[in-house]
């Protein structure tokens, strides 16, 4: 099946440091996503990227759709702790089709 | 609040069993997606439906079943139970999509199983 793969795995920051993760395919997507999840919930909408090439920002989040539609990357700037949990980018080929998930990027803020 | 609903919460049964997992999904969402999540692992799609209908399947088992009523809430039956079913089960849905945008999912806050 379709694999994404989602990198760092993990990162241990310190407070105040920008972090970045990114995810690739082998196969083309036409629609982008990044979730987060806190401990013991379900993943929350983050970003979402629709088109080739989009730079989308979220206040400190700024995500990116990459231009062969195989890639996209996140960034955080100025981490805070509340930005502990783990980062899921999913990638999505046509409306209503099922959402293909990375696996994860397993974030950790030193305060 | 996500708007999507998940019972129970928490659920620990024994090898063998059976288990159903149920979902409300979001108010005017007509799509409902289950997942699984075992312990640090990504996302695994099961199933999906559309306005009780089956539209996709994913890696699930055949010990495992799901469907959609006809008010849209949708039940996840697994049976026969194994230690290795131990997981978070999510449910997701979405709503229908215009031309141009297709729209992410929201999640409930999942189902924790636990077999012993």
């Known amino acids: 099946g379709q694999q994404l793969n989602q990198s760092p795995q993990s990162m241990f920051i310190q407070e105040g440091e920008d972090v970045s993760m990114n995810c690739t395919s082998s196969?083309?997507?036409?629609?982008w996503l990044w979730y987060k999840q806190d401990p013991g919930e379900g993943p929350v909408l983050l970003i979402a990227?629709?088109?080739?090439?989009e730079l989308t920002s979220n206040g400190r989040l700024t995500a990116q759709f990459g231009i062969t539609r195989k890639d996209s990357f996140l960034n955080i700037s100025a981490s805070i702790p509340s930005d502990v949990g783990i980062y899921f980018c999913?990638?999505?080929?046509?409306?209503?089709?099922?959402?293909?998930f990375g696996g994860g990027t397993r974030l950790m803020v030193k305060p | 609040d996500s708007g999507v609903t998940q019972t129970p919460k928490h659920l620990i049964t024994a090898t063998g069993q059976r288990v159903t997992l149920r979902c409300s999904p979001r108010s005017g969402d007509l799509s409902v997606y289950w997942y699984q999540q075992s312990l640090d692992q990504g996302l695994q799609f099961l199933i999906q439906y559309y306005n009780g209908e089956e539209r996709a399947k994913g890696n699930i088992l055949e010990r495992f079943s799901a469907q959609q009523f006809p008010d849209l809430h949708s039940e996840l039956n697994l049976s026969s139970l194994e230690l290795g079913d131990s997981a978070l089960y999510f449910c997701a849905s979405s709503a229908p999509t215009g031309a141009g945008e297709s729209g992410g999912y929201t999640f409930g806050s999942g189902t924790r199983l636990t077999v012993v």
């Open positions: 990227l629709y088109k080739a090439g």
């Open positions: 999913a990638g999505q080929q046509n409306a209503g089709n099922m959402l293909t």
């Open positions: 196969s083309i997507f036409n629609t």
